[in-house]
């Protein structure tokens, strides 16, 4: 959508989208819908395998400001781009029509029409704190906040525990990215205050407290500023060696291979790579259920080691990181984090850490040195608890 160094715009993000609205179209909008950016506690690579994630909510967020238009044609401004896009029925009538950031909008309104719904025209303008290309989901956030928008717009009966799939589908089948459905869930599902338990498989959720300002703790989420290197390839090729050594043992998914059952898997399958893939996955999932089992009784603190255990496996097993990763996660934890990881797809992105609370400038200073050490680019801090904003 636009270069992620670009500072964002100043102001309210829900101003800052009436505010558009009216300056573009001339007139003030119907209403204005939001979604958030996520950050994924644990559980990364999981949900394509049928597996457990345990996502919050950030708060950060996209605002829509939207009003229908007639004539089955949709115009989408945001502030993020320079160029406006514009398309109607044709270009909605298959998937890969519509390109660039305009395809998140059109893919949308083609999930929608293709799942039956009658979609009305519409005028939308697009503001956002959800920083593009660091892994926050904010492509989720721009799906969910535009199907928000039209939903309500249509009077289109759509229950929230049914967004997450058809938002999916408008990045699968007509963005293209063969992603899961983790971070449509977590923008959708998440509450305040909770981080969201998602069986992937069955869509159950729970929602788990993670009071962190009682606990006197915060979430250092690391902006690593790392170049996203080949990351959409990388993502679907791990996904495809997944699902290979999934037909291999014979399960459905490698959801379906318990962590007591990992070894006798892993003696079944002849390369080392597809080893390594499946213990990530595997152990994983179990990572993330004990996460949740320390969160319910809970104990924050004690989360720390399954977090960098977590990262370790992304690192060495499912080979996503890349050297401002693992370095942020180094210095957090020399800094005194209790545990720090990649969250988000990987190959770039950012690594969220587990710290007290008046800790957090101590964790970020020690990041920052260690990057200038090797010549990195200077990161970017967001200081977090789990929080959303359903609507502006
Ligand atoms: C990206 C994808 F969009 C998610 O579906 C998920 O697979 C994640 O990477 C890795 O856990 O955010």
């Given at each position: 959508m636009t270069d992620p160094a670009r500072p964002g715009p100043a102001g309210d993000v829900a101003d800052r989208a009436a505010a558009g609205f009216r300056h573009r179209y001339g007139e003030p909008p119907a209403g204005r819908w939001a979604a958030p950016g996520r950050a994924n506690l644990i559980g990364e690579h999981t949900d394509y395998n049928d597996g457990f994630v345990l996502p919050f909510a950030l708060p950060l967020r996209t605002v829509v400001a939207a009003a229908r238009q007639d004539g089955g044609r949709w115009t989408a401004w945001s502030e993020l781009s320079d160029s406006p896009v514009e398309f109607g029925v044709d270009e909605v009538?298959?998937?890969?029509?519509v390109a660039g950031w305009g395809a998140y909008v059109a893919g949308v309104v083609w999930a929608l029409r293709d799942a039956g719904h009658d979609v009305p025209g519409a005028r939308l303008a697009i503001a956002s704190?959800?920083?593009?290309?660091?892994?926050?989901s904010s492509s989720a956030a721009l799906e969910a906040a535009v199907l928000a928008a039209l939903v309500d717009l249509g009077g289109v009966d759509l229950p929230a525990e049914r967004r997450p799939r058809l938002a999916q589908r408008a990045e699968n089948a007509y963005v293209g990215a063969p992603t899961g459905i983790m971070d449509q869930s977590a923008v959708i599902r998440c509450r305040p205050g909770h981080a969201l338990f998602l069986d992937c498989r069955t869509e159950s959720v729970e929602h788990i407290p993670f009071d962190l300002a009682t606990a006197g703790l915060a979430v250092l989420v690391v902006?690593?500023?790392?170049?996203?290197?080949?990351a959409g390839g990388e993502y679907a090729s791990r996904r495809a060696s997944c699902e290979r050594a999934a037909k291999l043992l014979g399960v459905a998914a490698l959801r379906d291979v318990p962590a007591a059952g990992l070894d006798e898997a892993l003696a079944l399958l002849d390369d080392d790579e597809t080893r390594r893939r499946v213990r990530h996955v595997v152990t994983e999932n179990q990572r993330v259920l004990d996460t949740v089992e320390l969160l319910r009784a809970g104990r924050?603190?004690?989360i720390g080691p399954l977090l960098t255990a977590s990262h370790a496996s992304m690192r060495d097993?499912?080979?996503?990181?890349v050297p401002e990763i693992d370095t942020a996660v180094e210095a957090a934890l020399a800094a005194g984090a209790y545990g720090a990881r990649m969250t988000g797809g990987g190959f770039g992105g950012c690594v969220l850490a587990l710290v007290d609370a008046d800790r957090a400038d101590a964790a970020s200073a020690a990041v920052t040195t260690a990057y200038a050490a090797r010549d990195f680019p200077a990161p970017n801090f967001h200081l977090t608890t789990p929080n959303t904003h359903p609507r502006p």
């Amino acid at each position: 959508m636009t270069d992620p160094a670009r500072p964002g715009p100043a102001g309210d993000v829900a101003d800052r989208a009436a505010a558009g609205f009216r300056h573009r179209y001339g007139e003030p909008p119907a209403g204005r819908w939001a979604a958030p950016g996520r950050a994924n506690l644990i559980g990364e690579h999981t949900d394509y395998n049928d597996g457990f994630v345990l996502p919050f909510a950030l708060p950060l967020r996209t605002v829509v400001a939207a009003a229908r238009q007639d004539g089955g044609r949709w115009t989408a401004w945001s502030e993020l781009s320079d160029s406006p896009v514009e398309f109607g029925v044709d270009e909605v009538a298959a998937p890969g029509r519509v390109a660039g950031w305009g395809a998140y909008v059109a893919g949308v309104v083609w999930a929608l029409r293709d799942a039956g719904h009658d979609v009305p025209g519409a005028r939308l303008a697009i503001a956002s704190d959800v920083p593009v290309g660091s892994g926050l989901s904010s492509s989720a956030a721009l799906e969910a906040a535009v199907l928000a928008a039209l939903v309500d717009l249509g009077g289109v009966d759509l229950p929230a525990e049914r967004r997450p799939r058809l938002a999916q589908r408008a990045e699968n089948a007509y963005v293209g990215a063969p992603t899961g459905i983790m971070d449509q869930s977590a923008v959708i599902r998440c509450r305040p205050g909770h981080a969201l338990f998602l069986d992937c498989r069955t869509e159950s959720v729970e929602h788990i407290p993670f009071d962190l300002a009682t606990a006197g703790l915060a979430v250092l989420v690391v902006d690593s500023r790392a170049p996203h290197r080949h990351a959409g390839g990388e993502y679907a090729s791990r996904r495809a060696s997944c699902e290979r050594a999934a037909k291999l043992l014979g399960v459905a998914a490698l959801r379906d291979v318990p962590a007591a059952g990992l070894d006798e898997a892993l003696a079944l399958l002849d390369d080392d790579e597809t080893r390594r893939r499946v213990r990530h996955v595997v152990t994983e999932n179990q990572r993330v259920l004990d996460t949740v089992e320390l969160l319910r009784a809970g104990r924050i603190r004690d989360i720390g080691p399954l977090l960098t255990a977590s990262h370790a496996s992304m690192r060495d097993d499912f080979e996503i990181t890349v050297p401002e990763i693992d370095t942020a996660v180094e210095a957090a934890l020399a800094a005194g984090a209790y545990g720090a990881r990649m969250t988000g797809g990987g190959f770039g992105g950012c690594v969220l850490a587990l710290v007290d609370a008046d800790r957090a400038d101590a964790a970020s200073a020690a990041v920052t040195t260690a990057y200038a050490a090797r010549d990195f680019p200077a990161p970017n801090f967001h200081l977090t608890t789990p929080n959303t904003h359903p609507r502006p």
